[in-house]
């Protein structure tokens, strides 16, 4: 069984699904990489994402080990960063194979 936000899966793919499915979690991951972000840099990279839901969703990816945060205390603040796990970093090419898939197989046709 796979706890994914409280909620059991029986199949490891339904339960990274709801993962990656959760508005604005792929867009964190891909936008992260291979690169160390503060909560700021992220925000302003990721347009659109409220802070209160960027909050959220790093949280759900901190607990699911697939963000880190590390905290460093210089002077009298906190320096906080976030990046991806080892776990995390091996999401990028599934991610990758998944984006190359909807390029070839998917209609991005928008009706207005």
Same mark, same amino acid.
């Given at each position: 069984?796979y706890?994914?936000d409280?909620?059991?899966y029986?199949c490891?793919?339904?339960?990274?699904?709801?993962i990656?499915g959760?508005? =604005?979690?792929?867009?964190?991951? =891909?936008t992260?990489?291979d690169?160390? /972000?503060?909560?700021g840099?992220?925000q302003?990279?990721i347009?659109?994402? !409220?802070?209160k /839901?960027?909050t959220?969703?790093?949280?759900?990816l901190?607990d699911n080990?697939?963000i880190?945060?590390?905290?460093?205390v210089?002077?009298?603040s906190v320096?906080?960063t976030?990046?991806?796990?080892?776990?995390?970093l091996?999401?990028?090419p599934?991610m990758?194979?998944?984006?190359e898939w !909807?390029?070839?197989n998917? !209609?991005?046709?928008?009706?207005?």
């Open positions: 069984m706890n994914v409280e909620i059991m029986e490891p793919v339904e339960a990274l699904s709801n990656l959760k508005k =604005w979690v792929a867009v964190i991951i =891909w992260m990489q690169q160390k /972000m503060r909560f840099e992220l302003r990279a347009e659109g994402c !409220s802070k /839901m960027l959220q969703q790093l949280e759900l901190m080990q697939i880190v945060n590390e905290k460093k210089l002077n009298n320096e906080s976030y990046y991806l796990s080892e776990s995390g091996t999401l990028l599934i990758g194979k998944m984006i !909807s390029n070839d998917l !209609s991005c046709d928008r009706y207005y």
